[in-house]
């Protein structure tokens, strides 16, 4: 058995004294793990940076085989986010709940080019607004969809402001106001511009805290809990980041 893709660096773990078993999200095999040997010089392990992209070449006897990678690396994004603290927890987020939630060896194509948009994205002044953007494509991916382009009470498209804990699915201002305490709120910017007007003129900063909790409501009820996983460190602590970080708007 032989193949050659392109992946994304999730996690290392030591074999013996100069190996590590790699695991990868790669383009056409999925979440994909294999031996890499001389992995601890020090060349290898800039290259085995979680976040990195890489070219690897996987062989084994069998297929059921943990096998063997080849990499070479083809972007450096954990050098790059080396002095920003944020987006580098997002980063070791994202690949920590990926490593921690995919199936082995089930194609995401849809997933592993979300991803890497997700890094570009983390070089940018907005990068929560794309990290939670991935969080929501990530629940999708899973069977978890959010459906947060129409009011699940009235249809409607326009000043969508809550989501429905129970559904996922959006809820109008109005047609939700008076059970707004048992709602999620949806921040504008994940309402594709039809978000409420009040919504719309929240700041940033409580905005993507919303999102956060959001997000972070589904993943803990639907694939935590439901599936008996421990939470991912990393996003805990890129959340408390967060909560320290962006500055509490007054109302």
């Not at 992995?39 to 059921?64: D, F, H, I, Q």
Request: net charge neutral; aromatic share 6%.
């Amino acid at each position: 058995m032989d193949w050659r893709d392109d992946g994304i660096v999730l996690s290392t773990r030591k074999l013996g004294e100069n190996a590590v078993r790699l695991s990868v999200l790669t383009r056409d095999y999925g979440r994909h793990a294999g031996m890499v040997r001389g992995a601890t010089s020090k060349s290898m392990r800039g290259t085995l940076e979680p976040g990195n992209e890489v070219r690897v070449g996987w062989s084994a006897r069998l297929a059921e085989h943990l096998g063997q990678f080849r990499c070479e690396l083809t972007g450096a994004h954990a050098a790059d986010l080396l002095l920003s603290a944020g987006p580098l927890m997002a980063m070791s987020s994202a690949c920590a709940m990926l490593d921690a939630t995919l199936p082995e060896r089930e194609s995401h194509p849809d997933l592993f080019h979300g991803t890497i948009a997700l890094l570009s994205a983390l070089k940018a002044e907005q990068w929560l607004p794309a990290y939670i953007r991935w969080e929501v494509g990530l629940l999708e991916e899973l069977g978890y969809g959010l459906a947060l382009d129409c009011c699940a009470a009235t249809n409607a498209t326009t000043g969508l402001a809550y989501v429905s804990p129970k559904s996922g699915r959006a809820v109008a201002e109005e047609a939700g106001h008076a059970y707004r305490d048992r709602l999620l709120p949806l921040p504008a910017f994940l309402a594709g511009g039809q978000g409420s007007d009040a919504r719309k003129a929240a700041p940033l900063s409580d905005q993507i805290r919303d999102g956060l909790k959001l997000t972070g409501f589904f993943i803990h009820r639907d694939i935590f809990e439901a599936k008996a996983l421990k939470p991912v460190a990393a996003r805990d602590r890129l959340v408390s980041h967060v909560w320290r970080s962006v500055p509490v708007q007054e109302k």
